[in-house]
């Protein structure tokens, strides 16, 4: 099924499902791999900007739902360059009628400094492996993307992604976009990040 030398084979996938999959009956969940394991930023034509992100819904089919809010608009100038910062802060562990070790975050979106969209609470991110093979995996069970796409998703879940099926990717559907413009650069603060920090950062 997978013709890469550490794929899962014809002959191998018997094995993996019994052994690794835990249970000779187990099926891949997609939307238990990205359920509050996927975000994205999203500026739109009116110049607003916003986020999207799947959470855990138990209401929802799947327990899946995409949640998406969004600024005034004008926030982000036309043709010129801004900084774009998001924040994520943690609040104390609630009570939820999932998993009561879930911690809940808001996202505070910036533009050159000044705020322009604080969200509700949220399931906090819950980054994660994939429900997937670590040799399928290559070692790198995360996906980055700039700009969108879902290409990589495509070959880690068709068994041959060349002539994949007519099923639209929960990612693909939700996620997939397509940036026009240009990025100077991309930064990762992996620390506590105030508000006056983050107005600091945009001004030098």
């Known amino acids: 099924m997978n013709r890469t030398k550490t794929g899962v084979t014809v002959e191998t996938a018997d094995w993996y499902l019994e052994n690794v999959y835990e249970g000779d009956d187990a099926e891949y969940d997609i939307y238990d791999d990205i359920k509050n394991n996927a975000f994205a930023l999203k500026m739109n034509d009116d110049g607003s900007i916003g986020y999207k992100y799947g959470i855990l819904d138990c209401d929802a089919e799947h327990h899946y739902s995409v949640v ?61 492996a994939l429900g997937e093979t670590y040799q399928k995996q290559e070692g790198v069970p995360f996906n980055l993307s700039l700009g969108g796409g879902t290409q990589g998703l495509m070959e880690e879940i068709f068994p041959d992604y060349y002539r994949p ?12 976009g397509s940036f026009m413009g240009d990025i100077k ?13 983050v107005r600091k950062l945009d001004i030098i």
């Open 68 to 128: 998406e809010e969004y600024s005034k608009p004008n926030m982000v100038p036309d043709n010129k360059w801004s900084k774009i910062t998001v924040r994520f802060k943690l609040d104390f562990p609630r009570f939820s009628k999932c998993d009561n070790s879930n911690k809940k975050m808001k996202i505070y979106l910036y533009v050159d400094g000044f705020l322009v969209l604080v969200s509700k609470e949220l399931p906090a991110l819950n980054f994660k």
């Open 185 to 197: 650069y991309f930064i990762f603060y992996g620390c506590h990040l105030p508000c006056n920090d």
């Open 165 to 176: 099926s007519g099923y639209v990717l929960p990612l693909e559907r939700d996620f997939g």
